[in-house]
């Protein structure tokens, strides 16, 4: 995949926020940023909704490369059935997409379905309708249970999931083999000792924890490091979080975390680009590392096809020291579908049907973007089970087994964007020796107790 294929969150050094744009004026908004018709474009405020005796459903996603050309496939698909609906497209940077959205929703001027990640049901609920009045009968039983349950808000459905996409451990195995070590992948000590076999028997590096220059990745492989050692990122119920990471278990975890690139001497603290790490990989010069199942894009040539010469393995990532759950951060591509007074109650349940069409229907899903896709049927199906992905690779078949086995797990649903650098930027600092581990967690859960009291 691409790097704008799966959209980092580093959008959130904007300055615009969530409460900002709820509370300003429609005038104010738009001199504030140029003028907000401008950017929003799209809306059904500007489109006549009956054209051609069918209902115009105007559709926002952020995808781009092998994602976007899926996408444009199943709303191709979608507007040639015969169910008077026509589908119209308008692709969005991520860097922009929530402020466009929030916009856009605050001058009636918003789309009837937009893409974003299912954990942010919570900070997208002021802006976004449930849709239970909608779905087909018997909706809830096309996805998998677990995501179904877990992107629920306050007992209701407010999206639905594309996909579940997660994080777990890729190895190169020409490596692991030149260094005659085959880990344990659920013992640390087994893990640790073959890690400290490849430095001192090999010119490679054993493990990264990040597989991209990013404290949104810091965060997401810290979440999974944390479960397993018994923490919690918060605790609490929407509404009444605490930060629950600056405990002694939080710490250790984090020092873990700075040690790979400190006393263990694992890595390198110096990236010499954002995408060091999978160069690194690619080249045999890095054994391990923590990356999402769309990440094997990364691993392709110019064709598309996993580099001839790397043999990798696709690793359930629960080698983390602690009493906690073996489980790995997930998240969900999902659809959801913003408020806007224009918006009748005829495009609101085809804004639902074209939704449950593009999720219950998208097996080259899996192919184009390395996801698992959220319907169970889909997931399952032979046009998924005989990729290479699922049959050779196996990112595909141990994300499905993981789901199964409710062995991920969303980040919390909050009323902040969770997702922020301004959270996570000073675990990338404690990872590149930048910051001591007390200085940067601190400072986090500082930062995010804050955003989350007055959010």
Same mark, same amino acid.
């Given at each position: 995949?691409?790097?704008?294929?799966?959209?980092?969150?580093?959008?959130?050094?904007?300055?615009?926020?969530?409460?900002?744009?709820?509370?300003?004026?429609?005038?104010?908004?738009?001199?504030?940023?140029?003028?907000?018709?401008?950017?929003?474009?799209?809306?059904?405020?500007?489109?006549?909704?009956?054209?051609?005796?069918?209902?115009?459903?105007?559709y926002?996603?952020?995808?781009?490369?092998?994602?976007?050309?899926?996408?444009?496939?199943?709303?191709?698909?979608?507007?040639?059935?015969?169910?008077?609906?026509?589908?119209?497209?308008?692709?969005?940077?991520?860097?922009?997409?929530?402020n466009?959205?929030?916009?856009?929703?605050?001058?009636?001027?918003?789309?009837?379905?937009?893409s974003?990640?299912?954990?942010?049901?919570?900070?997208?609920?002021?802006?976004?309708?449930?849709?239970?009045?909608?779905?087909?009968?018997g909706?809830?039983?096309?996805?998998?249970?677990?995501?179904?349950?877990?992107?629920?808000?306050?007992g209701?459905?407010?999206?639905?999931?594309?996909?579940?996409?997660?994080?777990?451990?890729?190895?190169?195995?020409?490596?692991?083999?030149?260094?005659?070590?085959?880990?344990?992948?659920?013992?640390?000590?087994?893990?640790?000792?073959?890690?400290?076999?490849?430095?001192?028997?090999?010119?490679?590096?054993p493990?990264? /924890?990040?597989?991209?220059?990013?404290?949104? %990745?810091? $965060?997401? +492989?810290?979440?999974? &490091?944390?479960?397993? !050692? *018994?923490?919690?990122?918060?605790?609490?119920?929407?509404?009444?979080?605490?930060?629950?990471?600056?405990?002694?278990?939080?710490?250790?975890?984090?020092?873990?975390?700075?040690?790979?690139?400190?006393?263990?001497?694992?890595?390198?603290?110096t /990236?010499?680009?954002?995408?060091?790490?999978? %160069?690194? $990989?690619? +080249?045999?010069?890095? &054994?391990?590392?923590? !990356? *999402?199942?769309?990440?094997?894009?990364?691993?392709?040539?110019?064709?598309?096809?996993?580099?001839?010469?790397?043999?990798?393995?696709?690793?359930?990532?629960?080698?983390?020291?602690?009493?906690?759950?073996?489980?790995?951060?997930?998240?969900?591509?999902?659809?959801?579908?913003?408020?806007?007074?224009?918006?009748?109650?005829?495009?609101?349940?085809?804004?639902?049907?074209f939704?449950?069409?593009?999720?219950?229907?998208?097996?080259?899903?899996?192919?184009?973007?390395?996801?698992?896709?959220?319907?169970q049927?889909?997931?399952?199906?032979?046009?998924?089970?005989?990729?290479?992905?699922?049959?050779?690779?196996?990112?595909?078949?141990?994300?499905?087994?993981?789901?199964?086995n409710?062995?991920?797990?969303?980040?919390?649903s909050?009323?902040?964007?969770?997702?922020?650098?301004?959270?996570?930027?000073?675990?990338?600092?404690?990872?590149?020796?930048?910051?001591?581990?007390?200085?940067?967690?601190?400072?986090?859960?500082?930062?995010?107790?804050?955003?989350?009291?007055?959010?």
């Open positions: 995949m691409s790097r704008h294929n799966h959209p980092n969150g580093e959008q959130n050094s904007s300055r615009l926020t969530r409460r900002g744009v709820l509370g300003a004026s429609g005038a104010a908004l738009a001199a504030g940023l140029s003028g907000c018709a401008g950017l929003t474009g799209g809306g059904t405020s500007n489109n006549d909704s009956s054209a051609d005796g069918e209902t115009q459903i105007d926002w996603f952020y995808f781009g490369a092998a994602e976007r050309d899926v996408m444009a496939n199943l709303i191709t698909e979608f507007n040639e059935m015969d169910n008077g609906i026509q589908v119209n497209e308008q692709g969005v940077p991520f860097g922009e997409f929530l466009k959205l929030f916009t856009a929703v605050n001058a009636d001027n918003s789309p009837h379905v937009a974003y990640f299912g954990s942010f049901g919570q900070y997208l609920k002021p802006i976004t309708h449930p849709i239970d009045d909608y779905l087909s009968s909706a809830s039983n096309k996805y998998f249970d677990f995501a179904w349950d877990s992107l629920q808000v306050s209701s459905t407010y999206a639905l999931p594309i996909d579940i996409h997660g994080k777990a451990l890729y190895t190169n195995e020409n490596v692991l083999e030149s260094a005659g070590v085959d880990p344990d992948f659920t013992s640390w000590e087994s893990f640790s000792n073959a890690c400290d076999t490849i430095v001192s028997d090999s010119d490679a590096r493990f990264s /924890f990040l597989n991209w220059r990013s404290g949104q %990745e810091a $965060f997401r +492989a810290y979440t999974s &490091a944390l479960t397993q !050692a *018994g923490g919690n990122v918060l605790t609490g119920d929407p509404g009444n979080y605490q930060v629950a990471y600056d405990n002694d278990i939080g710490l250790e975890t984090a020092q873990l975390m700075a040690n790979i690139t400190g006393e263990f001497g694992w890595d390198t603290p /990236f010499q680009s954002d995408s060091a790490r999978v %160069e690194d $990989f690619i +080249a045999g010069n890095l &054994a391990m590392f923590i !990356a *999402g199942t769309w990440s094997i894009n990364n691993l392709k040539n110019e064709s598309g096809e996993v580099y001839e010469d790397l043999a990798l393995n696709f690793e359930r990532p629960f080698m983390f020291p602690g009493d906690g759950d073996n489980v790995a951060w997930c998240e969900s591509n999902s659809l959801f579908f913003p408020n806007n007074a224009n918006h009748d109650e005829a495009e609101k349940q085809a804004a639902v049907e939704a449950e069409f593009v999720t219950q229907n998208n097996a080259e899903w899996a192919t184009a973007g390395g996801h698992l896709p959220a319907s049927s889909v997931a399952e199906s032979s046009a998924v089970k005989n990729t290479a992905l699922w049959q050779d690779i196996g990112t595909i078949s141990t994300m499905h087994e993981m789901v199964t409710e062995q991920v797990r969303y980040q919390p909050t009323s902040v964007d969770l997702n922020s650098s301004r959270f996570w930027g000073s675990f990338l600092d404690m990872y590149l020796q930048n910051t001591d581990v007390q200085t940067g967690v601190q400072s986090s859960a500082s930062e995010l107790q804050s955003a989350l009291d007055n959010a």
